[in-house]
C-alpha cells in the first residue's frame, strides 16, 4: 500500500505532513506527484531527500493539470493497493490498513474509508472542525447504492483504493468535475463499480486554512452557473444506471436527478442535517456514524481514551498549521481553484 500525494506550491505544508509521517508512520510509503512551479520544487526536491521515509519523487510541468498527473503516476506503477492522500491532510495509517485487508478478501468492494476530522482555519483568530462519517454503501443494485449514499453524502477519496479502480476515478474527473458537486459525483462513479465499507474508526485529519487555495464553489449559486455541467452529470450517470442494473431510461434518469436534486437542496441552504427529524432516523442513527460521532466528541474532550490516543497526531498537526498560516505557501496561486 503507497500514498500518492499531489502538491502544488506549498512547500512548508508538505515539509509538515512528511515531517508527520516520519514520526508516526516510519514504514510509510509515498509518492510525491509535484505539480509546483520551479522555485517551490526545487524545495520539495530538497525535503524528499533530506528524509528517510520511502519516498517516490516525482516532478511534472507546473502546466499539468492535477488529473493528468494523477493518471500519469497511476498508469506508471504497479502498486494493488493505493492512498490518495495531500500535502495538507494526515492519513492514520493503521486504519487505512485495515481497509486494505478488506479490499484483499471482497472484490464487490471498491474503496475503504474511515471517518474523516476537517479541521478548518478561518482567520487568524478563529478555527473549527467538522466531523464527515464514512458509512458502508454495500446494497445489491447501484440504484439501491446510489439512493443509500445521496441520503448523506461523503468524501471516498481519502480511502485505500485498487489502482486500476482509481484510473478509471480520475478518468471521469478529467472529463468532469464541478465545485460543489465533487464528493456527490465520485461516489456516484464509485458506486457504479461496487460497494463502498466505511469503518468506524479515524481514516484522515483534512486541514484547510485561509492562506491555501482549493477547489470550491466561488459563489452560493455554483449550481446555476454550471448547470449544463449538472445536468451532464445526470446523463452519465443514467447512462450507468441503465448499462449495470438494465434499469429503462425514464426510471434511471429519475432515480439520478433525485439524487442531484438532493445536492441542490444542501447548497441552496437545505442540507441533510437542517432537515427536520434528520437525528431520528438512519443514516444518521447508523452504527457507523454514532460511533464515529463519539469518537470525535471524546477526541476534543480532556481526559478521553480518543483523545490521549490521538493527542500526539493533533498536536503535531496544530504546530504545522500554525508554521503553514506565516509561510510563503501558496504564493501566485489563485484564491480558488475552478479547475483542476
Given amino acids: 500500500m503507497r500514498l500518492l500525494i499531489p502538491t502544488r506550491n506549498r512547500s512548508t505544508s508538505l515539509a509538515g505532513v512528511l515531517g508527520f509521517y516520519a514520526r ?19 524545495q520539495n526536491a530538497a525535503l524528499c531527500t533530506k528524509t ?3 519516498i517516490d519523487y516525482r516532478p511534472f510541468d507546473s502546466e499539468m ?28 495509517l493503521e486504519t487505512l490498513e485495515m481497509g486494505r ?34 458509512r458502508t454503501i454495500a446494497q445489491p443494485t447501484f440504484a439501491g447504492r446510489m439512493r443509500g449514499f ?5 468524501t471516498t477519496t481519502y480511502a485505500v483504493a485498487r489502482r486500476e479502480h482509481l484510473i478509471r476515478r480520475y ?9 460543489g458537486f465533487f464528493d456527490l459525483a465520485v461516489g456516484l462513479m464509485d458506486l457504479s463499480y461496487g460497494k463502498i465499507v466505511g469503518l468506524p474508526k479515524l ?24 448547470a449544463d455541467e449538472v445536468l451532464r ?17 425514464e426510471t434511471a434518469h429519475m432515480t439520478v436527478k433525485r439524487s442531484v436534486n438532493r445536492r441542490i437542496s444542501a447548497l441552496a441552504g437545505s442540507p441533510p442535517h437542517k432537515q427536520a427529524g434528520f437525528k431520528d432516523v438512519p443514516p444518521y442513527q447508523s452504527k457507523n456514524v454514532q460511533q464515529a460521532k463519539f469518537h470525535f466528541d471524546e477526541m476534543f474532550e480532556p481526559g478521553t481514551d480518543t483523545r490521549g490516543q490521538y493527542l500526539d497526531r493533533m498536536t503535531f498537526i496544530a504546530r504545522n498549521l500554525s508554521t503553514t498560516l506565516t509561510s510563503s505557501d501558496n504564493k501566485g496561486e489563485e484564491a480558488t481553484y475552478v479547475k483542476l
Fill in 150 to 154: 445521496s441520503q448523506l453524502p461523503f
Fill in 233 to 249: 452529470l445526470i446523463e452519465l450517470m443514467t447512462e450507468r444506471l441503465v448499462l449495470i442494473d438494465g434499469m429503462d431510461r
Fill in 52 to 54: 528517510e521515509l520511502d
Fill in 203 to 226: 481514516g484522515f485529519y483534512c486541514t484547510r486554512n485561509y492562506v491555501h487555495s482549493y477547489f470550491r464553489m466561488a459563489d452560493e449559486e455554483t449550481f446555476l452557473n454550471h
Fill in 65 to 92: 493539470s492535477l488529473f493528468d498527473r494523477l493518471l500519469t503516476v497511476l498508469s506508471d506503477i504497479d502498486d494493488d493497493y493505493i492512498v490518495m492522500a495531500a500535502d495538507d491532510d494526515y492519513a492514520i
Fill in 24 to 42: 508516526f508512520y516510519p514504514q510509510a510509503r509515498l509518492i510525491i506527484a509535484d505539480g509546483s512551479t520551479e522555485d517551490y520544487k526545487a
Fill in 101 to 134: 485487508k478488506r479490499l484483499e478478501t471482497d472484490p464487490d468492494v471498491v474503496c475503504v474509508a474511515g471517518y474523516l476530522v476537517h479541521i478548518m482555519v478561518k482567520t487568524a483568530a478563529t478555527a473549527g472542525v467538522r466531523l464527515d462519517p464514512a
Fill in 171 to 179: 478518468e471521469f474527473l478529467k472529463d468532469w468535475h464541478v465545485p
